[in-house]
């Protein structure tokens, strides 16, 4: 699939409000998906919602609301709409008919940025293979087209005829594709091996939530970093020292909210950095408001790919960005979320349970030394087990700085 291009585009979105997210996440989820099309590049000039229990099979919104936006549409000159949810081959083609413009979705948009971000030729194979999956049961739609034509004796082929050829062409690209990766994957695996058996570090958590920043923070390396979601895709592994005690850290792909599956199954390889970790650092933006959500999407999808049960240290970052609302003493309404302060969340079930639990920011570099010291105690646990011989590494003495060794 080639790049949507709709960089300097105007955009409009549209998302649902129903039982499973009301008005208050719906307009979150809405957010984030402005977020995404700045990434890509676009423009937002306005935002649609409607009230479905589910969605139209054949538009996704009512047509009431279809019209509505196709008047926005016209009287603003706006070519691009983009929905918060994955849309049907049916449901493209439906729309793309009466509003006559561009129309995405949140995969297709995921897939864009993907896309432009990825660097190396093993991530570009992997977001190709994605797209083209992605692309196989919509080809009927990138025909419609030729309908305008048809009509007259000798026009009902071509156009079902061309769908079959490239439908063999993609099926064709995409067996190649994985036999490229299975390849890489075995070589990646290869690697792995090859680095021993030094403790394995991995960075996971939503995306934009400061993985980068803090990975060139502990290992003094220059991962790219930047205030847009999917800044990196490419996996980066640096060896770290604290104290004298070594091991690897690697940073990994942001999750986020209705990742798409195509993405999970072609970054296999990419997602088995985490798989094989021996140690997971959940990185988490509190001063985000859906902190505790974006932390339970984390949490799904490393269940889903089978690497929940893994020692696991939580890290809040961004407290110099934190905020909340004090309740007056007047004020006898209930208590949300909003009105919780920092010392209250440090103080919450997250700094109390099992898993520890270290509130900084990577940006001001707040209580770093504080998660240095955690790492090492975690990294020694699984040290010492399989280097039984090497206590005399973990002298209590011993300034617990990182070195950069790379």
């Known amino acids: 699939m080639s790049d949507i291009n709709i960089s300097e585009e105007k955009a409009v979105l549209v998302g649902l409000i129903n039982q499973e997210q009301d008005e208050t996440k719906a307009r979150e989820y809405i957010e984030e998906l402005e977020f995404l099309a700045l990434t ?4 937002v000039v306005g935002k649609f919602f409607q009230k479905l229990d589910t969605p139209n099979t054949a538009t996704f919104v ?3 609301k279809l019209d509505e936006i196709s008047n926005y549409l016209k009287i603003h000159e706006v070519g691009t709409i983009i929905f918060d949810d994955e849309l049907t081959p049916t449901q493209l083609r439906n729309i793309e ?13 995921i897939l864009d940025i993907f896309a432009k971000r990825a660097q190396t030729a093993y991530a570009k194979t992997q977001v190709e293979l994605a797209q083209l999956q992605y692309i196989l049961p919509r080809l009927t739609r990138m025909w419609t087209h030729l309908e305008r034509q048809r009509g007259g004796i000798g026009m009902r082929g071509p156009g079902e005829t061309q769908i079959e050829t490239d439908r063999r062409i993609i099926l064709t690209k995409i067996s190649r594709l994985k036999e490229q990766l299975t390849k890489i994957d075995k070589q990646m695996t290869t690697q792995r091996k090859n680095r021993g058996k030094l403790v394995r ?14 990975m060139n923070l502990l290992t003094k390396s220059e991962v790219f970093a930047e205030n847009k979601l999917f800044a990196t895709l490419d996996t980066t592994v640096r060896k770290m020292v604290i104290g004298n005690l070594p091991f690897l850290m690697t ?10 599956h195509g993405l999970v199954e072609s970054f296999k390889s990419t997602l088995d950095e985490v798989r094989e970790a021996d140690i997971l650092v959940h990185i988490v933006d509190i001063a985000h408001p859906g902190f505790e959500e974006h932390l339970n999407t984390v949490n799904s999808t490393l269940e889903e790919i089978e690497a929940a049960n893994k020692p696991t240290i939580y890290v809040f970052n961004k407290i110099d960005a934190f905020s909340h609302v004090e309740k007056d003493e007047d004020d006898l309404s209930e208590r949300t979320k909003e009105n919780i302060s920092l010392q209250e969340w440090q103080q919450s079930w997250m700094a109390k349970n099992n898993t520890p639990s270290v509130f900084v920011s990577a940006k001001e570099k707040i209580n770093i030394e504080a998660l240095k010291n955690t790492l090492y105690e975690e990294v020694k646990n699984i040290h010492i087990t399989r280097f039984p011989y090497n206590d005399f590494l973990y002298d209590q003495n011993l300034d617990v700085n990182d070195q950069d060794v790379d």
């Open 40 to 43: 890509a590049g676009a423009t």
């Open 251 to 260: 940073d990994t792909v942001g999750f986020i909210r209705k990742l798409p």
């Open 201 to 214: 570090v991995a960075l996971v958590g939503y995306t934009n939530v400061g993985k980068s920043t803090m």
């Open 62 to 64: 009512g047509t009431g």
């Open 97 to 109: 008919k009466r509003l006559e413009c561009k129309v995405l979705d949140r995969t297709n948009l």
